[in-house]
Structure formats: structure tokens, C-alpha cells
């Protein structure tokens, strides 16, 4: 079994900051590229940050600048550092990883999501 767990959403004020948490846990060989995508209520879920394991990173063309993402391999965490934020960044927003798996001597890969951490900016 394995598990993303969110942290770090809520409430804040146009121009603020917040920063998001996603900690993998469970039966983990280890983990490729993690990321952050993110859905508003009535539009599709979009990409807004990538991760590879070796740190390489890309972000959608909307929040170059304002948000940096990070990871933490020995933690197995992904991070979201989210500056300057404004109300058309309001969304759930979920966090993805592809990890390898190993089950009697064979390794899989499998694509995992968290639950969805709420990011509500107010103007």
C-alpha cells in the first residue's frame, strides 16, 4: 500500500504565500517524477508543477515565477512553495508521484494521487 498525504492549504490573502506538503509513505522502492496539478470547480485538472528525480522542474506558463517546487528524496516529499498568489490561483489542489513498486521480486510502476488539499486566495 502506498499513500500521498497533502498539507499546507487554506485561506489567504491575495499576494500571500503558502506552501504544500505531500509525504509518500508505504511499500515505496522509490519514486520517478512527483508533481503538483490543480482543479477549480468546473474546469479540468491542469499541471501546475513537475518534479524528475534528479530535480530537473517545469511549471505551467501561470505560475512561473510565483511558485517554486522542491522534493525531498530521503523524506519522500514533495514540496510547493507558492509566492505572490492571486484569486485565480483558488483550486483543490492534488499532488501526484510515480513509484516503483517491487512485489514478489518484481518492480512495477504506478501513478498515485493524493486527496486534494484546498487553496482559497480572496481578494
Known amino acids: 500500500q502506498v499513500q500521498l498525504e497533502e498539507s499546507g492549504g487554506g485561506l489567504v490573502q491575495a499576494g500571500g504565500s503558502l506552501r504544500l506538503s505531500c509525504a509518500a509513505s508505504?511499500?515505496?522502492?522509490?519514486?520517478?517524477?512527483m508533481g503538483w496539478y490543480r482543479q477549480a470547480p468546473g474546469k479540468q485538472r491542469e499541471l501546475v508543477a513537475a518534479?524528475?528525480?534528479?530535480?530537473?522542474?517545469n511549471y505551467a506558463d501561470s505560475v512561473k515565477g510565483r511558485f517554486t517546487i522542491s522534493r525531498d528524496n530521503a523524506k519522500n516529499t514533495v514540496y510547493l512553495q507558492m509566492n505572490s498568489l492571486k484569486p485565480e490561483d483558488t483550486s483543490v489542489y492534488y499532488c501526484?508521484?510515480?513509484?516503483?513498486?517491487?512485489?514478489?521480486?518484481?518492480?512495477?510502476?504506478?501513478?498515485?494521487w493524493g486527496q486534494g488539499t484546498q487553496v482559497t486566495v480572496s481578494s
Open positions: 501526484s508521484a510515480e513509484i516503483v513498486v517491487v512485489r514478489y521480486g518484481r518492480s512495477s510502476v504506478y501513478n498515485y
Open positions: 518534479i524528475t528525480s534528479g530535480g530537473t522542474s
Open positions: 508505504g511499500s515505496i522502492f522509490s519514486i520517478n517524477g
